[in-house]
């Protein structure tokens, strides 16, 4: 393949990916609201089109048109440049998620994956690492002191919870003897799940992504009634559609690597030893990775509308002395596995 | 110009350029923000060195983990309202001094280097050298013994730690 194919393809993959991600965030959030009224018996918006359905374009033309206010005390460059940093970190991560098996098209074998990097596990790593710095950095560039303790409190968080996060992909990476994606999928073949073999890990490593993407129960850095908005309360128009949107771009990725890392990524168990054309085998195949991963973002939102908010002290003694302990557990149970099964 | 030179260039002017914002602001947070684009610039640099691991170690430890704490730490205390040490007896030369030590130090490694020789060695090697599989071979083969001190090293400070945070409660 050449140089001039190589990138072309890229550049169509990574367009397919931000065109998805896009119409995805924005349908999420109409979502969001249509079953936060299911939960609470309510009709939720229906007046925007056809059961509301044109309700986030109508959205998203209402923040454009907002006046952008920035406080008198705000660090103007820093307070422009926080939310650009939580878009970059949001979209970026997507990179190295693959989201089918290779396919063959005009006679180039084409992986379904932007990049096929060997260190993707810890790329995502190293990108969710700088995510706390669009929070930080907007809690203490707005000048205001709700701003900054959400900012703050999110900092502590997302730091206590990146260690549990860390030590339960150190599971998965012991399994699939490898930091590639695509191996971490292949790995799980059959019903060789993850999230069967290491229970522990998964249930960590889901508590864990909650808490990154900073969603209830664990949405402290922005708790309303001690903190008004958090750290995003000085923002306006389309700088605060920006948190907005990363929080809903977080919550795709999260999800992606939950089905990647636990849930056998885009693979249907025994499907392709049916005997189905191959070209359907591949469209059952991503189709179903997009099917888990929409399961998982209705995970994300029905316990949101379900479960309230924990204390920040409990939020903390949860990270450091239920989830860290367990998520260690986690890695004694897997080698143990490992020896005695010589997986 | 091939693409490696100019992404070192690249990223080389960011570091040398975020490195001397970073000595030269005043605000202290800016300049941890410049430190971190400072050390982002090296983690490419790596990159370009096929040194991946590495790479990424640089962006999580120091850009995610330790930054974050000095950013925690200088917000917490507002160092804005301090007041501004200006004149310090004696610290401009001790600072010459050590500036100019570290300065002949670099020049005679880069003068006593044969960069030639480097770039003739194996490629296919150098990727090698640089993938978590090798590194990790390394470590629990060849450097165990340094690997484990360094852990324990680590586990003591741990320990230290809480003991001081828990003390000061009582």
Redesign the interface.
């Known amino acids: 393949m050449s140089l001039l194919q190589l990138i072309g393809i890229t550049a169509v993959k990574i367009l397919i990916i931000f065109t998805m991600m896009m119409l995805t965030v924005s349908y999420l959030v109409y979502f969001e609201r249509k079953i936060s009224a299911w939960a609470q018996n309510r009709l939720g918006p229906n007046r925007v089109g056809w059961y509301g359905l044109l309700q986030p374009f109508a959205d998203v033309f209402k923040l454009a048109l907002k006046e952008d206010i920035v406080p008198t005390n705000a660090n103007k460059p820093i307070h422009t440049l926080a939310p650009v940093i939580a878009l970059f970190v949001a979209f970026t991560t997507y990179a190295v998620i693959p989201f089918g098996p290779d396919i063959s098209l005009f006679g180039i074998t084409i992986p379904l994956v932007v990049a096929d990097v060997n260190i993707g596990i810890l790329y995502v790593l190293a990108l969710s690492s700088l995510g706390v710095y669009a929070i930080t950095l907007a809690g203490w560039s707005s000048g205001s002191k709700y701003s900054l303790l959400g900012g703050i409190r999110s900092s502590a968080q997302m730091i206590s919870y990146e260690v549990s996060m860390g030590f339960s992909v150190a599971g998965v990476l012991l399994f699939a003897g490898s930091l590639r994606p695509a191996a971490i999928v292949l790995s799980q073949h059959g019903w060789m799940w993850n999230a069967l073999l290491q229970p522990i890990g998964f249930i960590t490593f889901v508590v864990s992504a909650f808490a990154e993407t900073n969603r209830l129960p664990f949405d402290l850095p922005e708790a309303e009634p001690e903190l008004v908005g958090g750290f995003h309360t000085e923002y306006s128009s389309m700088k605060f559609a920006g948190f907005f949107l990363a929080e809903y771009a977080n919550m795709i990725i999260a999800s992606a690597l939950i089905v990647t890392l636990y849930l056998g990524g885009w693979q249907v168990p025994y499907i392709e030893s049916i005997g189905l054309p191959a070209g359907l085998v591949i469209a059952i195949q991503i189709i179903s990775f997009f099917a888990k991963i929409a399961f998982l973002l209705f995970f994300f939102i029905w316990v949101r509308w379900s479960i309230p908010r924990f204390r920040y002290d409990q939020l903390m003694s949860l990270g450091w002395k239920v989830m860290f302990p367990l998520s260690l557990i986690n890695i004694v149970w897997v080698a143990g596995l490992i020896m005695i099964f010589r997986l | 110009m091939s693409l490696e030179l100019f992404l070192f260039l690249v990223f080389a002017a960011v570091a040398a350029v975020s490195g001397i914002l970073m000595i030269t602001r005043s605000e202290v947070?800016m300049a941890a923000?410049f430190l971190?684009l400072n050390l982002a610039s090296l983690a490419g640099l790596y990159l370009l060195l096929n040194a991946?691991?590495i790479a990424?170690?640089q962006?999580?430890v120091y850009?995610?983990?330790i930054m974050?704490?000095f950013?925690?730490v200088i917000?917490?205390l507002r160092p804005e309202h301090e007041k501004i040490v200006t004149k310090i007896s004696g610290i401009r030369t001790f600072a010459f001094i050590i500036a100019a030590l570290v300065f002949v130090q670099l020049a005679y490694v880069i003068l006593k280097s044969h960069p030639g020789s480097a770039l003739n060695s194996d490629v296919t090697a150098s990727v090698n050298a640089g993938?978590?599989e090798s590194i990790g071979t390394e470590l629990y083969t060849n450097y165990i013994l340094p690997f484990e001190a360094a852990g324990f090293l680590l586990l003591a400070a741990t320990i230290g730690a809480v003991v001081l945070a828990k003390r000061k409660f009582e």
Do not use: N
Request: glycine share 4%; net charge neutral.
């Open positions: 947070v923000l971190i991946q691991f990424v170690v962006v999580i850009a995610g983990a974050v704490l950013l925690f917000m917490l993938t978590v």
